[in-house]
């Protein structure tokens, strides 16, 4: 029989490889494989962190709109191109949530086929015993006085072992009797629910983000407000609120204490302490209660907390148009501008007939005359209020229904009455005094003062859960951190009359207190065998 050979020429080692192709099939399971990567779990966790970041260098629009809006006017040009990427509205924006949705998804890919591989070996009997400890890290032999069947040893054995908490099993080979015993499984279980705890933080952040809302709103002296959606004077509500989630909750401001230096000569004026005295009513049929709130302490009414973020001086105005009607009567808020809380302050009387007013000015807590003859505050508290304004008449721009800023008063189509360029000058009025406004147009009149606060109002259904979760990472992570996952191997030889057995440990990772588990479990062992062992052979690597 004749064999046919076929020459074949050697291959070239610089000839190109082609790679199979994957396929669109074969690129998703790559792809998947990728993304529940725990490398790629940390590094989406890293980047959320740093897509963070802007939200603390930039003012964010569902907590200071304001402060958005004098951003884009100060930097007009640079403005737009961060409003352009979202980053006013870094929590919300497109790239922050495909982050955090990425990361949802690779810490479920992660934790899900972990979690399974591990209850299967806390399921499964330990592993078998090597057959040679010596190459173990910690190591030895000992040999016994007493002289019982290697079954029986092994089986004392492994009852040291199961006192030392191990999972223990004796298996009987050709040549000798072996003890497997395993500690530490909680080491991966603390892993995994730190993971496990991770996403609850994830879930409940994102809860807080669709369900609850926040808002602000100011409240004078004496005034009483109800929690409901039309009394807000911001409202951010999350992208799945509901207006049922509103709380039936009232609340009046009784009091406002403000408590400012008088002692230190270098701080004198400077504010110490506020408090704000309440009384709050959850819902119609329930009792009133007196409470306080500070700041830095906030206060919960209805499952809402409730923050103080700021206060100042609201004064009681009168106005009356050109025909002697009452077009405006109530208190105005006054914004502070510094420390001893010159105020500025925009009245509108939108009602006033025949030509509608405005005023724009400031008050004065404490009014000082400088030596340019122009009045200052000298101090945050009431010893000397005075209202410095100046008048218009004209359209307010109101009647067209285009909602505008109430502390702002557009001058450009009015007409100026007073001022302190004008013949007239400008109007000062101390509490009680009334002023006739020029060519028959109405007057105004300064009745007195009263205090407002500032209130931040957050609803936040997910924070429990996050506060929740945190604690369980933390202490998932401490056990993950603190238990160390070992292994405990006895070999006792067949027909040496069960004197004489070798030992050897392996840890999982670094673990310097190995040697001394070692010695822990021998002496356990010498208390089960109930016999002194003589350990010799004995080698700690």
């Avoid at 105005?332 to 009387?349: M, Q």
């Avoid at 062992?533 to 690597?541: A, C, F, M, V």
Wanted: aromatic letters at 10%; hydrophobic letters at 40%; charged letters at 25%.
């Amino acid at each position: 029989m004749t064999v046919k050979t076929t020459k074949r020429e050697p291959l070239d080692p610089r000839r190109e490889v082609k790679a199979p192709a994957l396929g669109p099939l074969g690129m998703l399971r790559w792809a998947w494989a990728q993304l529940t990567n725990m490398r790629t779990a940390i590094m989406l966790l890293l980047l959320l962190a740093v897509a963070a970041v802007p939200g603390s260098l930039f003012p964010q629009r569902p907590a200071d709109p304001d402060g958005v809006a004098k951003y884009l006017e100060d930097y007009p040009t640079a403005g737009p191109i961060l409003d352009f990427f979202q980053l006013f509205d870094v929590y919300s924006s497109v790239w922050f949530s495909a982050i955090y949705l990425l990361l949802f998804i690779s810490l479920i890919g992660c934790i899900w086929p972990r979690t399974i591989k591990h209850y299967r070996v806390m399921r499964s009997e330990p592993v078998r015993t090597p057959r040679y400890l010596h190459r173990l890290p910690v190591n030895g032999a000992f040999s016994y006085a007493e002289g019982t069947s290697a079954t029986q040893t092994a089986e004392k054995l492994a009852e040291a072992l199961r006192k030392r908490n191990y999972r223990a099993v004796v298996r009987e080979e050709q040549d000798a009797v072996t003890v497997s015993g395993e500690r530490g499984y909680l080491r991966e279980v603390g892993n995994l629910l730190f993971h496990v705890s991770m996403l609850g933080v994830l879930i409940s952040v994102g809860i807080g983000g669709l369900f609850g809302y926040n808002g602000q709103r100011i409240i004078t002296q004496g005034e009483s407000w109800a929690n409901t959606l039309v009394s807000y004077d911001n409202f951010y509500p999350g992208s799945a609120f509901s207006e049922n989630a509103l709380a039936q909750y009232r609340m009046r401001l009784d009091d406002f204490e403000a408590v400012f230096d008088r002692q230190d000569t270098s701080n004198f004026g400077m504010p110490l302490d506020f408090t704000a005295y309440l009384t709050t009513q959850e819902g119609p049929d329930a009792e009133e209660k007196q409470e306080t709130l500070k700041v830095n302490s906030p206060l919960t009414v209805g499952a809402t907390s409730l923050y103080l973020v700021g206060n100042g001086y609201a004064p009681e105005v009168v106005v009356k148009d050109g025909d002697g009607n009452v077009a405006m009567d109530g208190t105005v808020i006054a914004r502070p501008t510094d420390s001893v809380y010159t105020s500025l302050i925009v009245i509108k009387a939108p009602d006033a007939k025949p030509e509608q007013l405005g005023f724009v000015g400031f008050l004065l807590p404490t009014s000082v005359m400088g030596e340019d003859q122009v009045a200052f505050s000298g101090d945050p508290e009431l010893l000397n209020p005075e209202l410095n304004l100046n008048s218009y008449y004209g359209d307010l721009g109101l009647d067209e229904g285009i909602p505008g800023n109430v502390y702002v008063l557009d001058t450009d189509e009015l007409t100026e009455l007073n001022s302190r360029s004008t013949e007239h000058g400008g109007i000062v009025l101390k509490p009680g005094e009334s002023y006739q406004l020029p060519e028959g147009k109405g007057s105004i009149e300064f009745k007195g003062i009263k205090r407002y606060i500032a209130i931040d109002i957050h609803y936040d259904p997910g924070k429990y859960g996050a506060l929740i979760f945190s604690v369980l990472a933390m202490v998932s992570l401490a056990g993950s951190l603190f238990i160390r996952r070992r292994r405990a191997f006895f070999r006792v030889p067949i027909g040496d009359n069960g004197t004489r057995a070798e030992y050897g440990l392996l840890a999982r990772g670094e673990d310097f207190g190995l040697a001394e588990e070692a010695e822990a479990v021998l002496n356990q062992a010498e208390k089960t065998l109930r016999s002194p062992l003589e350990r010799d052979l004995e080698e700690d690597n």
